[in-house]
């Protein structure tokens, strides 16, 4: 009757049937078939064992005369049943879980000095390889005529490798699972030429699509990260990395790098919100540089159609690319290169500092600037010798200084000349003259300002 007692209550779990076999002995014999399970308790932490308690209570008390009998035999047992080795057994059972779930800790630990071994032996073929793909990056990309801020590289370092082999949540077979041992990085200055850079990667890498992925994140961070085979590679199995972000989008990563942490669901839940504020900033800042870069070209295009229908726009930086391109001042820039003899250039002439000095002038709009050009435009020749003159002896300036002559040069000329020869009153000239390099050659200092106006005035009347 005890036995078939016993097979009653005898459960299903591997690991409670090998605690029962090891008491069942000294637990059957006496006639109390119960269960028996494998829990540690602070006396039996204070000795380094292990004790036995009861489980499945329901079945087990029957009457209190029967627990107090248990309560003894189980702790009479526990020694014995350290000594036939359950703990061990025990301990070696979870092990052996933990590797069917994770693909074998037992095997990454083992092979983890070979593979360590095995790419600190291919470092140099790693190194020429990247170096090769590196270049061939940065020729497609300027080839296509995409801008971008940067193209850079990197090898893994054996430290970094060793660190993400032994990472618990993946499996690593061979050193060449491991698919970002080379990896790349392009950063675009807009968010729309990543669809430009990823076509290109598409069409001209053998990229791993099962392994590639674009890194979205609900906050607006994304980074498009493709595997890609490479020809002659090491192995047959090599792949390498390749990362495609904005500007934005890489200081975004940067920073969350050296902060040490991944904003993800284990970050504290404060912390994460105001790292997503951040992002949605970053993403808004994208969208507007994209918009802003196409209000900019749209700008370009109405202020050339403006100027061809002689309509008047503000003097700026937009309104003044458009304007020097009029062949009437092209022909005039031309006119002032040939008199230094020097070359033309297509580069503009510093648009910042000539947007103020026209306005300083007094020419506010494109038409304002295009009539003082009819005025004063064939005098600019006659004039060059006097001015360089001048700015020789109150500049410390040569003509020979001038390397070449950028487009809307000649406007300079223009400028002083309207007003040195207008008509206002010469002390009016004087005081114009006076602001216009106070707040351009000289600032802070309107002694000079003053007196170098006044000296340009008597060099060119």
């Known amino acids: 009757m005890a036995k078939n007692r016993c097979q009653r209550s005898r459960p299903s779990c591997g690991l409670v049937q090998q605690v029962y076999r090891c008491v069942v002995d ?41 627990d107090a009998r248990i309560s003894a035999t189980v702790a009479k047992r526990s020694h014995e049943a350290k000594r036939n080795g359950v703990f061990l057994w025990h301990e070696q059972h979870r092990e052996r879980q933990t590797e069917a779930a994770h693909g074998s800790a037992h095997l990454i630990s083992a092979t983890l000095p070979p593979m360590l071994n095995e790419y600190e032996a291919q470092l140099g073929a790693l190194q020429a390889l990247g170096e090769r793909l590196h270049g061939e990056l940065r020729a497609l990309l300027s080839g296509a005529g995409v801008p971008v801020q940067f193209v850079t590289w990197r090898l893994k370092s054996p430290a970094s490798l060793k660190a993400k082999l032994a990472r618990p949540e993946k499996t690593y077979r061979q050193l060449w699972d491991v698919t970002d041992l080379v990896a790349l990085r392009v950063a675009t200055y807009f968010e729309d030429h990543l669809e430009q850079v990823s076509r290109l990667v598409e069409q001209h890498f053998r990229v791993d699509f099962t392994h590639s992925a674009d890194k979205t994140k609900p906050a607006g961070y994304r980074s498009i990260h493709y595997v890609c085979a490479a020809e002659q590679g090491p192995h047959p199995d090599f792949r390498f990395e390749l990362q495609l972000r904005t500007v934005l989008q890489h200081a975004w990563a940067e920073v969350e790098h050296d902060l040490g942490y991944k904003v993800d669901d284990a970050m504290p839940e404060a912390i994460r919100r105001r790292f997503s504020r951040v992002a949605g900033l970053l993403e808004i800042a994208d969208q507007e540089f994209v918009s802003i870069r196409r209000d900019l070209v749209s700008s370009r295009e109405l202020a ?100 070449q002559v950028e487009r809307g040069y000649s406007l300079l000329f223009v400028a002083l000349l309207d007003v040195i020869r207008g008509d206002a009153l010469a002390i009016s000239k004087a005081a114009q003259l006076s602001k216009l390099y106070l707040e351009t050659d000289f600032p802070g200092d309107e002694r000079k300002a003053q007196r170098i106006a006044a000296e340009l005035m008597s060099a060119l009347q």
């Open 304 to 403: 050339r159609a403006t100027l061809r229908k002689e309509g008047a726009l503000p003097i700026d930086l937009v309104s003044l690319e458009a304007l020097v391109r009029e062949p009437e001042i092209e022909r005039l820039d031309r006119e002032v290169a040939r008199a230094l003899d020097v070359a033309f250039s297509e580069q503009p002439f510093f648009p910042d500092y000539l947007v103020k000095l026209l306005r300083l002038a007094g020419l506010e709009n494109t038409r304002e600037v295009l009539a003082a050009l009819q005025r004063q435009g064939p005098s600019v020749p006659g004039a060059l010798p006097r001015y360089f003159e001048f700015a020789r002896r109150s500049l410390g300036f040569a003509p020979e200084s001038v390397a």
């Open 26 to 66: 000294g637990v059957a014999q006496r006639k109390h078939g119960f269960d028996v399970a494998v829990d540690r308790n602070v006396a039996g932490k204070k000795q380094g064992i292990a004790v036995i308690r009861t489980v499945n209570e329901p079945h087990q008390r029957s009457n209190g005369s029967a």
